[in-house]
């Protein structure tokens, strides 16, 4: 693991810990500020990679995310708390450390109370609509879409905060979006309808994702399912949208919620998150259900203590970050393990079947000596004798020299050791042959 000095670089207030992750854009640090009288604070650093500063667009990618992370202020959304250059880090964004487990752990390790499930989706809900409505100077909707709702970008502190994390790919109006015409941006199993089309996307675009979420958070399984990424988009465009009950035991009012958060058409959904999320506190009234923190952090506690042992679970570790890939290091590691192991694998059947080809070519006389550990001098190969061109293949036969008493033994041992095919009749002449007839017959004595 990579570690630095206890000191802050030159230059700069944050001494790097160790890198957490990695990917295309930037890279992922546990970093320490450190300030005057021995003031420190932990945070995670988002540092730009080194090749893509010479590039203006993403430069300007990395400040538009760190630009819009900085005017989201609210407990549902991460905290962006600096961003800035020097010469030490290059381009920069600092964020607040979390502490829990991302609600894709919550949902693949355990089954979900409905209390947890409408808590996180509550929250979940407000810090979408916050983001939603952020306003520029004039007062004007910045129109900003997420795009990346999903389980892993959803976050359950220690306290049972849910946090919005990962702006990365949001939409923007004073952002400069490079996304192609008709690509797609987000987690395909999570995307909306008109988001798979690559149409135009307004806030009902992430409500879809959020009702996709709450939907695995009640059933604990995957929603949208396909053999492979065309088979998931037909899902999600044409497949039937089965409200929760048909898979777990689930009131029709909250199947009802979800469904219409799940609508195809826009118009059809809760027109914004904020609805989703009264929709979602009404039922709990309703029914006497209390959705609380308390009641999620301890389920977020015992989801963190049935973990993977091979995971750590600490502050320094990438499932309690911001930014990280959607592969823990573990298990990247392990991936790229098999991945190495069964190039090497195929590389040997590769080579094992080439020379098992080329000792085929080989003629059984000349392997036989190998075999039985008798230099290929010693034995004569009478089937390789060349008579004159226009004899027939009797007289190939009569012509053919005896051998010697002492070469029969060696012959003998090695027809143990390999039998010897029956030679064939020689083809018959040809008008224009291109080799001679014996250099034909040498080949094909030489065939198993």
């Not at 999570?190 to 996307?201: F, M, N, T």
């Not at 058409?265 to 308390?294: K, M, N, V, Y």
């Not at 309690?320 to 392990?334: E, I, N, Q, S, W």
């Not at 027939?392 to 039998?419: G, N, Y």
Request: aromatic share 4%.
């Amino acid at each position: 693991m990579s570690r630095r000095r206890s000191q802050p670089e030159r230059g700069s207030p944050y001494r790097l810990v160790r890198r957490i992750a990695a990917g295309g854009m930037a890279e992922v640090w546990l970093a320490r500020r450190i300030g005057l009288s021995g003031f420190e604070r932990r945070v995670v650093l988002k540092r730009m990679l080194s090749h893509l500063v010479a590039q203006p667009a993403y430069v300007e990618m990395f400040l538009d995310e760190a630009r819009l992370g900085a005017s989201l202020h609210h407990q549902n959304i991460v905290q962006t708390i600096d961003v800035g250059h020097d010469p030490s880090h290059g381009y920069f964004l600092a964020m607040e450390l979390l502490e829990g487990v991302d609600v894709l752990d919550v949902i693949e390790h355990s089954a979900v109370p409905l209390e947890v499930a409408a808590w996180i989706a509550i929250g979940a809900a407000a810090g979408l609509h916050h983001a939603h409505e952020l306003s520029d100077a004039r007062g004007d909707n910045r129109g900003v879409v997420h795009r990346d709702v999903s389980p892993s970008n959803l976050f359950v502190t220690s306290d049972g905060v849910v946090k919005l994390l990962d702006f990365g790919i949001a939409r923007d109006a004073r952002r400069r979006d490079l996304t192609g015409p008709g690509a797609v941006r987000g987690k395909l199993r999570y995307v909306s309808p008109e988001q798979a089309r690559g149409e135009p996307l307004d806030r009902r675009s992430d409500v879809f994702s959020l009702g996709v979420v709450l939907h695995e958070l009640v059933t604990g399984q995957r929603f949208f399912v396909g053999a492979d990424d065309p088979g998931v988009l037909h899902a999600i465009l044409h497949g039937a949208i089965a409200p929760p009950s048909a898979t777990v035991a689930c009131p029709p009012e909250l199947d009802a919620i979800v469904l219409r958060a799940l609508a195809r058409d826009r118009s059809e959904r809760f027109q914004t998150a904020a609805e989703l999320g009264a929709a979602i506190e009404g039922w709990c009234r309703s029914c006497d259900l209390i959705p609380s923190a308390a009641a999620t952090a301890a389920h977020a506690a015992r989801v963190r203590e049935h973990l993977p042992q091979d995971v750590p679970r600490s502050h320094l570790d990438v499932e309690t970050v911001v930014g990280r890939l959607a592969l823990r290091p573990p298990l990247r590691r392990r991936y790229v393990a098999f991945a190495v192991a069964y190039a090497a694998l195929v590389l040997a059947v590769g080579l094992a079947t080439a020379k098992l080809l080329t000792a085929g070519r080989a003629t059984p006389a000349a392997r036989a000596p190998a075999e039985s550990g008798i230099p290929a001098t010693v034995t004569p190969t009478p089937a390789i004798v060349a008579p004159t061109p226009a004899a027939p293949a009797s007289a190939l036969e009569a012509a053919a020299p005896a051998p010697s008493p002492s070469a029969t033994a060696p012959r003998a041992r090695s027809a143990r050791t390999r039998p010897q095919p029956q030679p064939r009749p020689a083809p018959p002449p040809r008008e224009s042959p291109t080799a001679p007839p014996v250099a034909i017959d040498e080949f094909r004595a030489g065939v198993p």
